[in-house]
């Protein structure tokens, strides 16, 4: 590994961390990222077992006077669906859960409106019609589970479940979270801590405690951006937007950085996280699921969770073409690399994590400032391809 100081960005932003010989030119990058909108971040990766990337730099805070710092956490969105997914895995790998099982088999309440037939895979893979409620929600109203475990089981589907596919963007982290609670006895938080990343020792929390609060940094609207962007709304044009994306409306600011949002257990949305954190997970994933000796799931568990249940259909919700395993998001259009098997989760705004079993790769990336033009090529995707430029050139 290298020097602490990594690069110094066209802003005067000092990227510190740690880089392998052969991997300099993500740093690089990382620190380019400046030179447009990026305000704080941090970028891991893990190749073959080992953390090859570890850097960080720039402010926890719009005003840009707080420092981000090695051990800086932001809100991932739904980064967080990952975990859940994982979470999920880890009960079949136990011989809990079976996902060609009926969900009602586990909660029989959810059987209500014609769901009875749901099984656990279209449930995970955004196949169930759940994609919001009838009732009108405020945001306040997600902070309560047995609220909105209820409020689901009792929805009627807005489509025939299994006939279609539409983005569970929030009500999705109640299903895995419901599914642990009924089995174990746990929050999804809780059982997520115990199983994951207590032992990896992996920087991720669902429902952070009182005590890692202060470690928070501040998410910054699109509509923030300290420098000027051509602002694209996302398209509309699907069905299920308004249900699934505005009731409740979710402001970066007031809502996902508040307290209130940090403590809840929103497994659909509300990890905090850095990207060091992401990658070691998803590091183990790709490593059959082993980490320096921590065995957290088998392989084969992690091949049943990745298995295709949606390949390449339109959305009901975001109107985009999409590639879904058991809750993981299969790769589409090299977002997680060249290879076609890798899987994993972004958030809204730009974080995302992801494993590639054939490259042996964990990634991370997760930032403050989240995507003004969602037209234009993602940081993330800027940081993935140089870090496969990489290898290629190894």
């Keep these: 590994m290298t020097q602490t100081t990594i690069a110094e960005s066209?802003?005067?932003?000092?990227?510190?961390?740690?880089?392998?010989?052969?991997?300099?030119?993500v740093a690089d990058v990382f620190a380019d990222l400046w030179g447009d909108i990026e305000v704080g971040a941090s970028c891991c990766i893990f190749h073959e077992g080992k953390k090859v990337v570890d850097i960080w730099g720039g402010y926890i805070n719009r005003e840009m006077t707080v420092p981000w710092r090695s051990d800086t956490l932001i809100n991932v969105y739904s980064s967080t669906k990952g975990m859940g997914s994982l979470c999920l895995a880890i009960l079949v790998d136990d011989g809990l859960v079976d996902y060609n099982e009926k969900v009602i088999t586990y909660w029989p309440e959810f059987g209500a409106e014609g769901k009875q037939d749901v099984t656990v895979a279209q449930l995970l893979s955004h196949q169930a019609g759940l994609c919001g409620?009838?009732?009108?929600?405020?945001?306040e109203d997600l902070y309560d589970f047995p609220k909105m475990v209820n409020l689901l089981a009792a929805q009627k589907p807005f489509w025939e479940p299994g006939t279609a596919v539409g983005y569970h963007a929030i009500t999705w982290g109640y299903f895995p979270g419901e599914l642990i609670r009924r089995i174990t006895g746990k929050s999804l938080g809780s059982y997520f801590h115990e199983k994951v990343s207590d032992p990896l020792e992996a920087d991720f929390f669902i429902g952070i405690p009182e005590s890692q609060i202060s470690r928070c940094g501040e998410l910054i609207g699109p509509n923030r951006a300290r420098k000027e962007t051509k602002m694209q709304e996302?398209?509309?044009?699907?069905?299920?937007?308004?249900?699934?994306?505005?009731n409740p409306s979710i402001a970066p600011y007031r809502d996902a950085s508040s307290n209130a949002w940090?403590?809840?257990?929103?497994?659909?949305?509300?990890?905090?996280?850095?990207?060091r954190g992401i990658a070691t997970i998803y590091g183990a994933l790709a490593n059959g699921g082993d980490l320096d000796g921590d065995r957290i799931i088998s392989s084969e568990a992690i091949a049943a969770a990745t298995k295709i249940e949606v390949d390449g259909e339109i959305d009901n919700v975001t109107g985009t073409r999409v590639r879904c395993a058991r809750g993981f998001m299969l790769n589409?259009?090299?977002a997680h690399g060249p290879y076609p098997g890798s899987f994993g989760h972004g958030g809204a705004g730009g974080s995302l994590g992801f494993a590639d079993p054939l490259n042996n790769v964990g990634f991370g990336y997760a930032m403050n400032q989240m995507q003004a033009d969602v037209a234009a090529p993602s940081r993330s995707s800027k940081l993935v391809n140089s870090f496969y430029d990489c290898i290629a050139s190894r």
């Design 234 to 246: 996302p398209p509309r044009s699907a069905k299920f937007y308004d249900v699934a994306l505005l």
């Design 10 to 25: 066209s802003m005067n932003v000092t990227i510190e961390g740690n880089v392998s010989k052969g991997f300099e030119r």
């Design 332 to 334: 589409s259009e090299n």
């Design 262 to 275: 940090r403590r809840a257990e929103i497994a659909g949305a509300n990890g905090q996280a850095n990207a």
């Design 133 to 139: 409620v009838d009732q009108k929600l405020a945001v």
